[in-house]
């Protein structure tokens, strides 16, 4: 049996219907406007995305669209190594909580784990920044 990797959920309120921040984050296209780890998009097929990163290309397997707020996603780095994003659009109020679980991959240091929570936390308030700007 597989030991459960830590995680941390990092979360922000955006003062939008979660339907508009959903139906905004769940373009691949949209993602390197607010995801800066992702950087410029190559092209895709279907739901996999090649982006070109600051460590070579990186591919994103996206979620099918859904009615639920789910915009989870699989990064499969340059190293081959693939990551599992669960990336969720809550309605909350009239607005909603975009919600990233951050796993801490196995050989990560505690500076790691806290610099990639820090980074995740950046690029959310990129996101609600971008969606409240658009009013």
């Not at 009239?94 to 980074?119: H, I, N, Y």
Request: hydrophobic fraction near 40%; charged fraction near 25%.
């Amino acid at each position: 049996m597989t030991e459960p990797a830590q995680a941390q959920i990092i979360s922000v309120h955006i003062a939008h219907d979660w339907r508009e921040v959903y139906a905004f984050t769940s373009e691949p296209a949209a993602f390197p406007e607010w995801a800066s780890g992702l950087g410029r998009p190559l092209g895709h097929d279907g739901a996999t995305w090649r982006f070109e990163g600051s460590e070579g290309t990186t591919t994103v397997r996206f979620s099918a669209p859904n009615e639920y707020g789910v915009l989870d996603h699989y990064v499969v780095l340059p190293d081959g190594s693939e990551i599992y994003i669960p990336l969720r659009v809550i309605a909350n109020g009239s607005g909603c909580d975009v919600q990233f679980t951050l796993f801490r991959v196995p050989g990560m240091t505690d500076e790691k784990f806290a610099a990639d929570a820090q980074w995740v936390e950046r690029d959310l308030g990129k996101l609600k920044a971008l969606v409240e700007g658009r009013d």
